[in-house]
């Protein structure tokens, strides 16, 4: 597995993440949806966006893409708790859980797209 795969993986990742936010964001400075949408969005934009990112990182795979997924999700979900330390100063329950879902579903969506390559 290359580099350039992950990088690509992970560029996948942030551009969802920030083209979808963005579109939330004017919808909701538009009055068309409300704060609890916007949270359940969010959530949404970054669970779709981890299974994207692992779908391609499984289909670039040769071999072991539960290893690669992994190893992505793991890139992905390590400065994600750095910068809520930072911003909030603790971890909560719920963030936690959050992380560690970011993590299961690249991990599978990997596996998924191994097989699906196949």
């Known amino acids: ?39 359940i969005l969010e959530l949404l934009n970054l669970l779709i966006s981890s299974l994207i990112s692992g779908l391609y990182i499984g289909i670039k795979s040769k071999n072991k893409a539960y290893i690669n997924g992994l190893i992505l999700g793991s890139i992905i979900t390590f400065p994600l708790i750095l910068l809520s330390l930072l911003i909030n100063k603790k971890i909560t329950v719920i963030s936690l859980i959050i992380y560690i879902l970011i993590l299961l579903i690249i991990t599978i969506s990997s596996i998924i797209g191994i097989n699906k390559r196949r």
Do not use: E, P, R
């Open 1 to 39: 597995m290359t580099y350039k795969n992950f990088i690509k993986s992970i560029l996948i990742f942030l551009t969802l993440i920030v083209f979808s936010s963005l579109i939330i964001t004017i919808f909701y400075h538009n009055n068309l949806i409300n704060l609890k949408t916007v949270k």
